[in-house]
């Protein structure tokens, strides 16, 4: 892709609080190497309270995105640059760690896959690419797309998500800048009013570190309510490792109550599989039964123990999602 060398005036850009100077870093050039850490500690303190002035934004969209994925829909997220690097992060944490399909949790990036590992940031001006690469996804009124960018401007992101609604899709907006163009083409918008970075600008500082909070807990809490997690354990995994079979056998003990030979041996019954472990133990199946129990359940593990238990006995009242709450 060309891109001219003439650059037009942007009136807006240097109005936006995460490109301000910040005063506290301004003399950071002649500062010693623990005051340059001290004060991008003191910056970096910060995000977690912007993030929590998004809360009742976060859950919107945590439900809109476990009932997406209960029906069969997808989470696709959008971004260009330190954004779409973020997104794909978190998009492929997630077979792992929730047993997900790859194809339930998605990422689209300005540039494609190579600008994971090499700048392509001119990419993020074409609103061309952001409507073809987010049209290549083929989104309907099934998915959630959410759209991330610290400026809330990026041409590429604006454009996917606009594509996006216009299908029908569900889509949520991730900025750190109010009253953005993103923000107005989402259904949902997550503001994280961070402020004016150490470094004027390098919005993968704080404004990058509130993306990455704010999409762990997109992911998080959608797996929890659809309940890929059983209390908060990471019943999940896949047991490919030594490292991760220990940590599978410390599930079943931790969970169920068993030593750590009856966990294993629980496990080895279980084919290797945790919830099947646990749904087998907590619910008193066969690993057969287990195993058609959590289909059932959509692999909502606390729901597929429930599943096992007469109702009169049962003590595993829950609120995870069920396509009706």
């Given at each position: 892709m060309k891109h001219s060398s003439k650059v037009s005036p942007d009136p807006v850009l240097n109005t936006l609080?995460?490109?301000?100077?910040?005063?506290?870093?301004?003399?950071?050039?002649?500062?010693?190497?623990?005051?340059?850490?001290?004060?991008?500690?003191?910056?970096?303190?910060?995000?977690?309270?912007?993030?929590?002035?998004?809360?009742?934004?976060?859950?919107?969209?945590?439900?809109?995105?476990?009932?997406?994925?209960?029906?069969?829909?997808?989470?696709?997220?959008?971004?260009?640059?330190?954004?779409?690097?973020?997104?794909?992060?978190?998009?492929?944490?997630?077979?792992?760690?929730?047993n997900t399909d790859p194809r339930t949790v998605q990422f689209v990036i300005a540039g494609g896959s190579r600008s994971l590992g090499a700048a392509a940031e001119y990419n993020e001006d074409s609103r061309r690419l952001g409507e073809r690469d987010i049209a290549?996804?083929?989104?309907?009124?099934?998915?959630?797309?959410?759209?991330?960018?610290?400026?809330?401007?990026?041409?590429?992101?604006?454009?996917?998500?606009?594509?996006?609604?216009?299908?029908?899709?569900?889509?949520?907006?991730?900025?750190?800048?109010?009253?953005?163009?993103?923000?107005?083409?989402?259904?949902?918008?997550?503001?994280?009013?961070?402020?004016?970075?150490?470094?004027?600008?390098?919005?993968?500082?704080?404004?990058g570190t509130a993306q990455k909070m704010i999409l762990n807990i997109l992911s998080t809490g959608a797996m929890a309510r659809l309940g890929y997690v059983y209390g908060n354990l990471m019943v999940n995994v896949h047991l490919k490792n030594k490292k991760l079979m220990e940590r599978g056998i410390t599930i079943v003990e931790r969970a169920t109550g068993l030593d750590r030979a009856a966990a294993q041996a629980a496990l080895r019954k279980a084919g290797n599989r945790v919830p099947v472990a646990l749904v087998m133990v907590l619910g008193g199946a066969s690993p057969k039964e287990a195993a058609e129990k959590l289909k059932a359940a959509h692999g909502n593990v606390r729901r597929a123990i429930e599943m096992c238990t007469p109702a009169d006995n049962n003590k595993l009242r829950f609120r995870t999602y069920s396509g009706s709450s």
């Open positions: 609080p995460t490109e301000q100077p910040n005063s506290a870093s301004r003399e950071i050039d002649i500062a010693s190497s623990e005051e340059i850490a001290r004060l991008i500690n003191a910056e970096d303190s910060k995000v977690a309270e912007a993030v929590s002035q998004a809360l009742p934004q976060l859950g919107e969209a945590i439900e809109a995105i476990a009932a997406a994925l209960y029906k069969g829909g997808r989470l696709i997220y959008v971004g260009a640059g330190t954004s779409g690097r973020i997104a794909a992060l978190d998009a492929a944490e997630c077979p792992p760690t929730f290549r996804k083929k989104p309907t009124n099934k998915d959630v797309i959410v759209g991330i960018a610290a400026s809330g401007r990026t041409p590429y992101t604006v454009a996917a998500l606009e594509y996006a609604r216009s299908r029908g899709a569900k889509t949520v907006a991730v900025t750190c800048n109010r009253n953005s163009e993103l923000e107005k083409a989402a259904h949902i918008s997550i503001v994280a009013e961070v402020g004016p970075e150490v470094i004027s600008g390098s919005t993968r500082m704080k404004a």
